[in-house]
Protein backbone atom coordinates (compact mmCIF):
# COMPACT_ATOMS: atom_id res chain seq x y z
CA UNK A 1 0.00 0.00 0.00
CA UNK A 2 1.17 3.10 -0.92
CA UNK A 3 1.39 6.13 1.99
CA UNK A 4 -1.35 7.84 0.25
CA UNK A 5 -3.70 5.24 0.37
CA UNK A 6 -2.50 3.94 3.64
CA UNK A 7 -3.55 7.97 4.47
CA UNK A 8 -7.21 7.48 3.40
CA UNK A 9 -7.97 4.60 6.11
CA UNK A 10 -7.71 7.24 8.90
CA UNK A 11 -11.01 7.83 8.76
CA UNK A 12 -11.87 4.19 10.10
CA UNK A 13 -9.65 4.70 12.77
CA UNK A 14 -12.20 6.52 15.09
CA UNK A 15 -15.06 3.88 14.17
CA UNK A 16 -12.89 0.59 14.70
CA UNK A 17 -13.94 0.15 10.90
CA UNK A 18 -10.25 -0.91 9.66
CA UNK A 19 -9.20 -4.53 9.83
CA UNK A 20 -6.09 -5.92 11.48
CA UNK A 21 -4.42 -5.59 8.51
CA UNK A 22 -5.02 -2.13 7.48
CA UNK A 23 -4.53 -1.35 11.61
CA UNK A 24 -0.95 -2.51 10.92
CA UNK A 25 -0.08 -0.35 7.79
CA UNK A 26 -1.77 2.62 9.65
CA UNK A 27 0.14 2.87 12.74
CA UNK A 28 3.62 1.51 10.93
CA UNK A 29 3.25 4.12 8.32
CA UNK A 30 2.18 6.77 11.14
CA UNK A 31 5.21 5.95 13.23
CA UNK A 32 7.51 7.37 10.37
CA UNK A 33 4.71 10.16 9.22
CA UNK A 34 4.32 13.02 11.86
CA UNK A 35 1.62 14.45 10.00
CA UNK A 36 -0.13 10.98 9.91
CA UNK A 37 0.71 10.76 13.95
CA UNK A 38 -0.73 14.01 14.36
CA UNK A 39 -4.04 13.28 12.42
CA UNK A 40 -4.09 9.89 14.57
CA UNK A 41 -4.13 11.81 17.65
CA UNK A 42 -6.67 14.34 16.78
CA UNK A 43 -8.82 11.20 15.84
CA UNK A 44 -8.21 10.33 19.54
CA UNK A 45 -11.37 12.22 20.70
CA UNK A 46 -13.81 10.93 18.33
CA UNK A 47 -12.59 7.54 19.26
CA UNK A 48 -13.02 7.74 22.36
CA UNK A 49 -16.21 9.61 22.16
CA UNK A 50 -17.65 6.71 19.36
CA UNK A 51 -16.74 4.10 21.98
CA UNK A 52 -19.94 4.92 23.92
CA UNK A 53 -22.49 2.47 22.66
CA UNK A 54 -25.34 5.35 23.47
CA UNK A 55 -23.53 7.76 21.13
CA UNK A 56 -23.23 5.59 18.43
CA UNK A 57 -27.19 4.79 18.83
CA UNK A 58 -27.75 8.86 18.53
CA UNK A 59 -25.55 9.08 15.84
CA UNK A 60 -27.07 5.96 14.24
CA UNK A 61 -30.77 7.67 15.04
CA UNK A 62 -29.59 10.72 13.27
CA UNK A 63 -28.56 8.87 10.19
CA UNK A 64 -31.79 6.54 9.95
CA UNK A 65 -33.73 10.01 9.03
CA UNK A 66 -32.61 9.84 5.14
CA UNK A 67 -32.43 13.06 3.96
CA UNK A 68 -35.62 13.80 1.16
CA UNK A 69 -34.68 14.00 -1.86
CA UNK A 70 -35.49 17.61 -3.95
CA UNK A 71 -38.83 15.49 -5.15
CA UNK A 72 -39.79 14.57 -1.79
CA UNK A 73 -38.71 18.28 -0.29
CA UNK A 74 -41.08 19.70 -3.43
CA UNK A 75 -44.30 17.38 -2.42
CA UNK A 76 -43.69 18.51 0.85
CA UNK A 77 -43.38 22.31 -0.19
CA UNK A 78 -46.29 21.95 -2.48
CA UNK A 79 -48.91 19.44 -0.48
CA UNK A 80 -47.93 22.18 2.53
CA UNK A 81 -48.18 25.42 0.34
CA UNK A 82 -51.63 23.87 -1.04
CA UNK A 83 -52.95 23.22 2.26
CA UNK A 84 -52.19 26.95 3.09
CA UNK A 85 -53.34 28.12 -0.38
CA UNK A 86 -57.19 25.81 0.16
CA UNK A 87 -57.20 27.67 3.99
CA UNK A 88 -57.09 31.70 2.00
CA UNK A 89 -59.07 30.61 -0.55
CA UNK A 90 -62.10 29.07 1.64
CA UNK A 91 -61.25 32.07 4.17
CA UNK A 92 -61.88 34.43 1.13
CA UNK A 93 -64.83 32.79 -0.03
CA UNK A 94 -66.94 32.76 3.10
CA UNK A 95 -66.23 36.98 3.63
CA UNK A 96 -66.97 37.23 0.85
CA UNK A 97 -70.30 35.93 1.22
CA UNK A 98 -70.72 37.13 4.11
CA UNK A 99 -70.00 40.48 2.28
CA UNK A 100 -72.26 39.71 -0.35
CA UNK A 101 -74.96 38.82 2.29
CA UNK A 102 -74.41 42.22 4.45
CA UNK A 103 -73.77 45.00 1.29
CA UNK A 104 -75.07 43.93 -1.98
CA UNK A 105 -78.94 42.31 -0.42
CA UNK A 106 -81.37 42.84 -3.60
CA UNK A 107 -84.50 44.88 -2.48
CA UNK A 108 -87.13 42.72 -1.97
CA UNK A 109 -90.10 42.49 -4.52
CA UNK A 110 -93.24 41.85 -3.29
CA UNK A 111 -95.68 40.08 -6.33
CA UNK A 112 -99.22 40.09 -5.16
CA UNK A 113 -100.93 37.67 -7.35
CA UNK A 114 -104.68 39.40 -8.07
CA UNK A 115 -106.03 36.51 -10.00
CA UNK A 116 -104.83 32.79 -9.99
CA UNK A 117 -103.38 32.06 -13.72
CA UNK A 118 -102.89 28.49 -13.50
CA UNK A 119 -103.50 26.33 -16.73
CA UNK A 120 -104.77 22.89 -15.98
CA UNK A 121 -103.59 21.00 -18.84
CA UNK A 122 -105.38 17.35 -18.81
CA UNK A 123 -105.87 17.77 -15.27
CA UNK A 124 -102.48 17.93 -14.08
CA UNK A 125 -103.19 20.30 -11.61
CA UNK A 126 -103.81 19.35 -8.28
CA UNK A 127 -107.30 20.64 -7.21
CA UNK A 128 -106.86 23.82 -5.16
CA UNK A 129 -107.81 24.22 -1.81
CA UNK A 130 -111.36 26.49 -2.64
CA UNK A 131 -112.52 23.17 -4.98
CA UNK A 132 -114.67 21.18 -2.66
CA UNK A 133 -113.18 17.48 -2.71
CA UNK A 134 -115.16 15.35 -4.42
CA UNK A 135 -115.44 12.14 -2.52
CA UNK A 136 -116.41 8.82 -3.86
CA UNK A 137 -119.76 7.33 -2.17
CA UNK A 138 -120.13 4.22 -3.31
CA UNK A 139 -123.68 3.35 -1.53
CA UNK A 140 -125.09 6.72 -3.29
CA UNK A 141 -124.49 5.65 -6.18
CA UNK A 142 -125.72 2.34 -5.81
CA UNK A 143 -128.77 3.92 -4.49
CA UNK A 144 -128.57 6.55 -7.70
CA UNK A 145 -128.47 3.52 -10.25
CA UNK A 146 -131.13 1.86 -8.60
CA UNK A 147 -133.57 5.07 -8.77
CA UNK A 148 -132.15 6.65 -11.86
CA UNK A 149 -134.04 10.33 -12.52
CA UNK A 150 -136.68 10.60 -14.85
CA UNK A 151 -134.53 12.16 -18.30
CA UNK A 152 -136.52 14.26 -20.36
CA UNK A 153 -137.29 12.55 -23.87
CA UNK A 154 -135.32 13.98 -26.54
CA UNK A 155 -137.31 15.64 -29.25
CA UNK A 156 -138.84 13.80 -32.20
CA UNK A 157 -139.38 14.80 -35.26
CA UNK A 158 -141.85 13.17 -37.67
CA UNK A 159 -140.48 12.55 -41.07
CA UNK A 160 -141.77 14.62 -43.46
CA UNK A 161 -141.09 15.45 -47.51
CA UNK A 162 -138.80 18.83 -46.56
CA UNK A 163 -136.81 19.31 -43.57
CA UNK A 164 -138.27 23.11 -44.33
CA UNK A 165 -141.99 22.11 -43.43
CA UNK A 166 -140.98 20.11 -40.41
CA UNK A 167 -138.73 22.77 -38.87
CA UNK A 168 -141.07 25.35 -39.57
CA UNK A 169 -144.23 23.10 -37.67
CA UNK A 170 -141.39 22.94 -34.52
CA UNK A 171 -141.09 26.36 -33.96
CA UNK A 172 -143.50 27.99 -35.58
CA UNK A 173 -146.66 26.32 -35.36
CA UNK A 174 -146.62 25.74 -31.55
CA UNK A 175 -143.92 23.01 -31.23
CA UNK A 176 -146.62 20.32 -31.55
CA UNK A 177 -144.08 17.58 -30.87
CA UNK A 178 -141.92 18.98 -28.16
CA UNK A 179 -142.51 17.66 -25.14
CA UNK A 180 -144.26 19.60 -22.25
CA UNK A 181 -141.05 19.27 -19.99
CA UNK A 182 -138.68 20.53 -22.79
CA UNK A 183 -137.75 23.92 -22.24
CA UNK A 184 -138.02 26.31 -24.97
CA UNK A 185 -134.79 27.23 -26.93
CA UNK A 186 -134.89 30.48 -28.61
CA UNK A 187 -131.99 31.96 -30.38
CA UNK A 188 -131.13 35.29 -30.34
CA UNK A 189 -129.12 37.91 -31.75
CA UNK A 190 -129.12 41.51 -32.18
CA UNK A 191 -130.23 42.17 -35.65
CA UNK A 192 -132.88 41.19 -38.05
CA UNK A 193 -136.15 39.64 -36.74
CA UNK A 194 -134.85 36.40 -35.11
CA UNK A 195 -138.60 34.83 -36.49
CA UNK A 196 -137.41 35.94 -40.07
CA UNK A 197 -133.91 34.58 -39.75
CA UNK A 198 -135.57 31.40 -38.18
CA UNK A 199 -137.62 30.88 -41.10
CA UNK A 200 -134.66 31.46 -43.33
CA UNK A 201 -132.73 29.25 -41.59
CA UNK A 202 -134.06 26.08 -43.49
CA UNK A 203 -132.58 22.57 -43.55
CA UNK A 204 -132.26 22.15 -39.55
CA UNK A 205 -129.32 25.35 -39.01
CA UNK A 206 -131.72 27.02 -36.37
CA UNK A 207 -131.79 24.17 -34.09
CA UNK A 208 -127.73 24.06 -33.89
CA UNK A 209 -127.27 28.04 -34.37
CA UNK A 210 -124.80 28.35 -36.60
CA UNK A 211 -124.39 30.48 -39.71
CA UNK A 212 -124.47 34.18 -39.46
CA UNK A 213 -125.90 34.79 -36.15
CA UNK A 214 -124.35 34.67 -32.56
CA UNK A 215 -126.56 32.19 -30.08
CA UNK A 216 -127.39 32.69 -26.79
CA UNK A 217 -129.36 29.87 -25.38
CA UNK A 218 -132.22 30.96 -22.50
CA UNK A 219 -134.00 27.84 -21.01
CA UNK A 220 -136.74 28.05 -18.84
CA UNK A 221 -139.99 25.91 -17.84
CA UNK A 222 -143.09 26.49 -18.05
CA UNK A 223 -143.80 26.85 -14.96
CA UNK A 224 -141.00 29.36 -13.66
CA UNK A 225 -142.68 32.91 -13.82
CA UNK A 226 -141.18 34.23 -16.64
CA UNK A 227 -140.43 38.31 -16.88
CA UNK A 228 -142.01 39.77 -19.95
CA UNK A 229 -139.31 39.78 -22.28
CA UNK A 230 -138.21 36.00 -21.72
CA UNK A 231 -141.52 35.46 -22.45
CA UNK A 232 -141.37 37.10 -25.58
CA UNK A 233 -138.56 35.61 -26.77
CA UNK A 234 -140.39 32.03 -26.05
CA UNK A 235 -143.19 33.60 -28.27
CA UNK A 236 -140.63 34.63 -30.54
CA UNK A 237 -139.04 31.13 -30.43
CA UNK A 238 -142.88 29.76 -30.94
CA UNK A 239 -143.06 32.03 -33.87
CA UNK A 240 -146.77 33.48 -32.82
CA UNK A 241 -146.39 36.69 -32.68
CA UNK A 242 -143.68 38.62 -35.59
CA UNK A 243 -144.66 42.19 -34.08
CA UNK A 244 -143.18 41.18 -30.57
CA UNK A 245 -140.24 39.57 -31.98
CA UNK A 246 -139.69 42.62 -33.60
CA UNK A 247 -139.73 44.80 -30.39
CA UNK A 248 -137.34 42.36 -28.60
CA UNK A 249 -134.80 42.91 -31.05
CA UNK A 250 -133.84 45.89 -30.12
CA UNK A 251 -133.13 45.11 -26.73
CA UNK A 252 -129.21 44.63 -25.78
CA UNK A 253 -128.62 41.26 -25.11
CA UNK A 254 -126.90 42.19 -22.05
CA UNK A 255 -130.11 43.93 -20.69
CA UNK A 256 -131.80 40.36 -21.50
CA UNK A 257 -129.50 38.42 -19.20
CA UNK A 258 -129.91 41.20 -16.74
CA UNK A 259 -133.88 41.38 -16.51
CA UNK A 260 -133.33 37.18 -16.42
CA UNK A 261 -131.14 37.41 -13.46
CA UNK A 262 -133.89 40.18 -11.88
CA UNK A 263 -136.94 38.33 -12.81
CA UNK A 264 -138.71 41.35 -11.66
CA UNK A 265 -138.13 45.13 -10.13
CA UNK A 266 -137.23 48.17 -12.25
CA UNK A 267 -134.23 47.99 -14.34
CA UNK A 268 -131.67 51.11 -15.21
CA UNK A 269 -131.44 51.81 -19.19
CA UNK A 270 -130.43 53.62 -21.91
CA UNK A 271 -132.88 54.09 -24.42
CA UNK A 272 -131.65 55.29 -28.57
CA UNK A 273 -134.32 56.95 -30.70
CA UNK A 274 -134.21 57.79 -34.08
CA UNK A 275 -137.05 59.94 -36.03
CA UNK A 276 -138.79 60.41 -32.53
CA UNK A 277 -141.77 62.10 -32.92
CA UNK A 278 -142.94 65.22 -31.17
CA UNK A 279 -144.92 63.30 -28.34
CA UNK A 280 -142.06 60.71 -27.75
CA UNK A 281 -141.47 61.34 -24.65
CA UNK A 282 -145.02 61.34 -23.71
CA UNK A 283 -145.36 58.00 -25.23
CA UNK A 284 -141.86 56.85 -23.74
CA UNK A 285 -143.80 57.73 -20.30
CA UNK A 286 -147.22 55.96 -20.95
CA UNK A 287 -144.93 53.06 -21.77
CA UNK A 288 -143.69 52.81 -18.56
CA UNK A 289 -140.31 54.40 -18.79
CA UNK A 290 -139.13 57.03 -16.29
CA UNK A 291 -136.81 59.26 -17.91
CA UNK A 292 -133.60 60.43 -15.86
CA UNK A 293 -131.82 62.31 -18.54
CA UNK A 294 -131.44 63.01 -22.18
CA UNK A 295 -128.34 63.50 -24.43
CA UNK A 296 -129.11 64.01 -27.86
CA UNK A 297 -131.42 61.22 -28.98
CA UNK A 298 -130.41 58.74 -25.79
CA UNK A 299 -132.40 58.76 -22.87
CA UNK A 300 -131.52 57.16 -19.78
CA UNK A 301 -133.49 56.53 -16.82
CA UNK A 302 -135.53 53.03 -15.48
CA UNK A 303 -138.50 51.19 -16.59
CA UNK A 304 -140.00 48.07 -15.06
CA UNK A 305 -138.96 44.68 -16.78
CA UNK A 306 -142.33 43.65 -17.14
CA UNK A 307 -142.98 47.38 -19.15
CA UNK A 308 -139.52 46.79 -21.09
CA UNK A 309 -141.37 44.88 -23.78
CA UNK A 310 -144.19 47.86 -24.59
CA UNK A 311 -141.22 50.09 -24.70
CA UNK A 312 -139.31 48.09 -27.11
CA UNK A 313 -143.09 48.70 -29.61
CA UNK A 314 -142.48 52.43 -30.17
CA UNK A 315 -141.38 52.49 -33.51
CA UNK A 316 -139.20 55.41 -32.81
CA UNK A 317 -137.31 53.32 -30.12
CA UNK A 318 -134.50 51.79 -32.12
CA UNK A 319 -132.05 49.91 -29.02
CA UNK A 320 -132.72 49.64 -25.48
CA UNK A 321 -129.53 48.87 -23.42
CA UNK A 322 -128.47 48.60 -19.82
CA UNK A 323 -126.66 51.82 -18.42
CA UNK B 1 7.01 -12.10 25.65
CA UNK B 2 6.28 -13.39 22.31
CA UNK B 3 9.26 -14.85 20.30
CA UNK B 4 9.43 -14.46 16.27
CA UNK B 5 10.51 -17.88 14.63
CA UNK B 6 13.46 -17.39 12.27
CA UNK B 7 15.50 -19.70 10.06
CA UNK B 8 17.69 -21.47 11.31
CA UNK B 9 21.09 -21.36 9.21
CA UNK B 10 22.23 -24.28 7.26
CA UNK B 11 24.28 -26.83 8.49
CA UNK B 12 23.67 -26.08 12.78
CA UNK B 13 22.39 -29.18 14.74
CA UNK B 14 19.19 -29.16 15.95
CA UNK B 15 20.57 -28.78 19.45
CA UNK B 16 18.95 -27.33 22.26
CA UNK B 17 21.35 -24.53 21.57
CA UNK B 18 20.34 -24.54 17.87
CA UNK B 19 16.65 -23.76 19.30
CA UNK B 20 18.06 -21.39 21.13
CA UNK B 21 19.44 -19.74 17.97
CA UNK B 22 16.20 -20.42 15.89
CA UNK B 23 14.23 -18.71 18.86
CA UNK B 24 15.85 -15.19 18.71
CA UNK B 25 14.40 -13.09 21.60
CA UNK B 26 14.02 -9.59 19.33
CA UNK B 27 11.11 -8.25 20.73
CA UNK B 28 12.79 -6.10 23.17
CA UNK B 29 14.94 -4.56 20.28
CA UNK B 30 11.80 -3.86 18.34
CA UNK B 31 9.65 -2.41 20.99
CA UNK B 32 12.32 -0.26 21.91
CA UNK B 33 12.10 0.89 18.56
CA UNK B 34 8.88 1.19 18.17
CA UNK B 35 8.72 2.96 21.93
CA UNK B 36 11.44 5.47 20.58
CA UNK B 37 9.22 6.28 17.40
CA UNK B 38 6.34 6.79 19.47
CA UNK B 39 8.62 9.01 21.99
CA UNK B 40 9.45 11.14 19.17
CA UNK B 41 6.07 11.15 17.67
CA UNK B 42 4.46 12.37 21.08
CA UNK B 43 7.10 15.22 21.22
CA UNK B 44 6.48 17.09 18.16
CA UNK B 45 2.64 16.68 18.46
CA UNK B 46 2.69 17.89 22.04
CA UNK B 47 4.74 20.63 21.33
CA UNK B 48 2.68 21.61 18.90
CA UNK B 49 -0.31 21.96 20.98
CA UNK B 50 2.35 23.28 23.91
CA UNK B 51 5.48 24.49 25.22
CA UNK B 52 8.68 22.14 24.38
CA UNK B 53 9.18 21.20 28.26
CA UNK B 54 5.81 20.28 28.11
CA UNK B 55 5.44 18.14 25.49
CA UNK B 56 8.96 16.27 26.69
CA UNK B 57 6.84 15.56 30.10
CA UNK B 58 3.80 14.32 28.33
CA UNK B 59 6.45 11.90 26.17
CA UNK B 60 8.12 11.00 28.91
CA UNK B 61 4.89 9.98 31.40
CA UNK B 62 3.41 8.45 28.54
CA UNK B 63 6.44 6.11 27.92
CA UNK B 64 6.58 5.30 31.57
CA UNK B 65 3.25 4.23 31.78
CA UNK B 66 3.61 2.01 28.36
CA UNK B 67 6.66 0.53 29.86
CA UNK B 68 4.84 0.17 33.41
CA UNK B 69 1.59 -1.06 32.93
CA UNK B 70 1.33 -1.82 29.15
CA UNK B 71 4.89 -3.78 29.33
CA UNK B 72 3.25 -7.31 27.18
CA UNK B 73 2.64 -5.07 24.06
CA UNK B 74 5.11 -4.61 21.80
CA UNK B 75 3.15 -4.30 18.13
CA UNK B 76 3.02 -0.93 16.91
CA UNK B 77 -0.71 -1.57 16.28
CA UNK B 78 -1.08 -2.02 20.08
CA UNK B 79 1.42 0.46 21.02
CA UNK B 80 0.26 3.22 18.92
CA UNK B 81 -3.15 3.56 19.81
CA UNK B 82 -2.83 3.14 23.62
CA UNK B 83 -0.07 5.73 23.05
CA UNK B 84 -2.29 8.54 21.49
CA UNK B 85 -5.07 7.76 24.01
CA UNK B 86 -2.45 8.15 27.37
CA UNK B 87 -1.44 11.43 24.93
CA UNK B 88 -4.62 13.07 25.17
CA UNK B 89 -5.32 12.63 28.62
CA UNK B 90 -2.35 14.00 29.30
CA UNK B 91 -2.68 17.13 27.25
CA UNK B 92 -5.87 17.29 28.76
CA UNK B 93 -4.68 16.93 32.63
CA UNK B 94 -2.15 19.25 31.49
CA UNK B 95 -4.22 22.06 30.76
CA UNK B 96 -6.67 21.76 33.38
CA UNK B 97 -3.01 21.92 35.86
CA UNK B 98 -2.53 25.26 33.56
CA UNK B 99 -5.48 26.72 34.44
CA UNK B 100 -5.93 25.94 38.37
CA UNK B 101 -2.47 27.51 38.50
CA UNK B 102 -3.92 30.38 36.92
CA UNK B 103 -1.07 30.07 34.19
CA UNK B 104 -4.07 31.85 31.80
CA UNK B 105 -6.12 33.47 33.98
CA UNK B 106 -4.77 34.66 37.70
CA UNK B 107 -7.92 34.46 39.76
CA UNK B 108 -8.16 34.07 43.95
CA UNK B 109 -7.42 30.88 45.26
CA UNK B 110 -11.17 31.15 47.14
CA UNK B 111 -12.65 31.14 43.72
CA UNK B 112 -11.03 27.90 42.23
CA UNK B 113 -14.05 25.25 42.59
CA UNK B 114 -12.69 21.94 44.45
CA UNK B 115 -12.04 19.41 42.20
CA UNK B 116 -14.58 16.05 42.31
CA UNK B 117 -12.91 13.19 41.97
CA UNK B 118 -15.85 11.14 41.53
CA UNK B 119 -17.00 12.73 38.49
CA UNK B 120 -15.96 15.15 35.82
CA UNK B 121 -18.51 17.53 34.77
CA UNK B 122 -15.98 19.28 32.14
CA UNK B 123 -15.57 15.96 30.32
CA UNK B 124 -19.45 15.31 30.59
CA UNK B 125 -20.41 18.80 29.45
CA UNK B 126 -17.22 18.69 26.47
CA UNK B 127 -18.75 14.98 25.17
CA UNK B 128 -22.04 16.47 25.37
CA UNK B 129 -21.45 19.36 23.31
CA UNK B 130 -18.94 17.41 20.83
CA UNK B 131 -21.89 14.56 20.25
CA UNK B 132 -24.20 17.69 19.45
CA UNK B 133 -22.30 19.38 17.12
CA UNK B 134 -21.45 15.66 15.65
CA UNK B 135 -25.36 15.17 15.06
CA UNK B 136 -25.52 18.62 13.30
CA UNK B 137 -22.77 18.10 11.04
CA UNK B 138 -23.89 14.65 10.11
CA UNK B 139 -27.31 15.59 8.87
CA UNK B 140 -25.68 17.83 6.80
CA UNK B 141 -23.66 15.18 4.51
CA UNK B 142 -24.53 13.98 1.44
CA UNK B 143 -26.45 10.51 1.09
CA UNK B 144 -23.73 8.36 0.09
CA UNK B 145 -21.10 9.64 3.30
CA UNK B 146 -24.14 9.40 5.52
CA UNK B 147 -24.72 5.64 4.40
CA UNK B 148 -20.87 5.27 4.73
CA UNK B 149 -20.67 6.05 8.32
CA UNK B 150 -24.04 4.50 9.06
CA UNK B 151 -22.64 1.15 7.70
CA UNK B 152 -18.84 2.01 9.99
CA UNK B 153 -21.02 2.63 13.10
CA UNK B 154 -22.93 -0.51 12.67
CA UNK B 155 -19.27 -2.36 12.99
CA UNK B 156 -19.05 -2.84 9.47
CA UNK B 157 -15.52 -3.13 8.18
CA UNK B 158 -14.21 -1.42 4.37
CA UNK B 159 -14.30 -4.43 2.82
CA UNK B 160 -17.80 -5.31 3.84
CA UNK B 161 -18.75 -1.67 3.03
CA UNK B 162 -17.50 -2.33 -0.24
CA UNK B 163 -19.64 -5.22 -1.50
CA UNK B 164 -22.79 -3.24 0.04
CA UNK B 165 -21.73 -0.81 -1.66
CA UNK B 166 -21.17 -2.27 -5.01
CA UNK B 167 -17.78 -0.40 -5.23
CA UNK B 168 -15.48 -1.74 -7.46
CA UNK B 169 -12.55 -1.19 -5.62
CA UNK B 170 -11.42 -1.18 -1.78
CA UNK B 171 -9.48 2.46 -2.64
CA UNK B 172 -12.90 3.78 -4.18
CA UNK B 173 -14.32 3.08 -0.62
CA UNK B 174 -11.09 4.53 1.01
CA UNK B 175 -11.70 7.78 -1.06
CA UNK B 176 -15.05 7.93 -0.17
CA UNK B 177 -14.49 7.89 3.79
CA UNK B 178 -11.57 10.33 2.96
CA UNK B 179 -13.52 12.40 0.96
CA UNK B 180 -16.56 12.53 3.93
CA UNK B 181 -14.50 12.41 6.92
CA UNK B 182 -12.97 15.80 5.73
CA UNK B 183 -16.21 17.76 4.66
CA UNK B 184 -17.83 16.40 8.35
CA UNK B 185 -14.83 17.59 9.66
CA UNK B 186 -15.14 20.96 7.70
CA UNK B 187 -18.37 21.52 8.82
CA UNK B 188 -17.51 20.68 12.37
CA UNK B 189 -15.07 23.65 12.06
CA UNK B 190 -11.71 21.70 11.68
CA UNK B 191 -11.43 20.08 15.37
CA UNK B 192 -13.40 16.87 16.65
CA UNK B 193 -13.30 18.82 20.19
CA UNK B 194 -15.31 21.91 20.89
CA UNK B 195 -13.46 25.15 21.44
CA UNK B 196 -9.79 23.66 19.99
CA UNK B 197 -9.70 26.69 17.53
Partial sequence: MSRDQVRKMLGGY????????????????????????????????????????AVKAQLLAALGEAPATWRQRAARWMWGHAVGLAAVACFVTLCGYMARQVHFTPPRVVVVATQPTTVD???????????????????????????????PMPPSFKPTSGPAPAFERAFVVGRPELPQSLAATALVRAGPVVAGQLGQARGGRGGGGGGPVGVAALVATPDVAVPAPVALLRAQAAGTTVSAAKGTAKIDPSLLALVQGMGSGEAPVRITLT??????????????????????????????????????????VIRIAPQ | MHASIRNSPPGESETGSAVRRCYDFTEPVEREEVLAKLR?????????????????????????????????????????????????????????????????NQVSVTDIPLPDLDSNPADYLERKEMLERLTAAVGQLGERCRELIRLKLQGKSFPEIQKIMGAAAI???????????????????????????
Avoid at chain 1, 124 to 151: T, W, Y
Fill in chain 1, 121 to 151: VNGSLPPGPARPQRIFDLESVKKAAAHPPAM
Fill in chain 1, 275 to 316: DAPADALDQLRKAGFTIASQEGNELTGHIAVEKLDAVAQLAF
Fill in chain 2, 171 to 197: NTIYTWDHRCRKHLLELMGGHWEPGKR
Fill in chain 1, 14 to 53: ATGTLTEEERRALFETALEDQQLFDALAQEQSLRDLLRDP
Fill in chain 2, 40 to 104: ERIVAFAAFHGSRDAAEDVAQETLMLLHEKYAHLERPEDLLPLSLQIVRFKIMSLRRKAVRRGEY
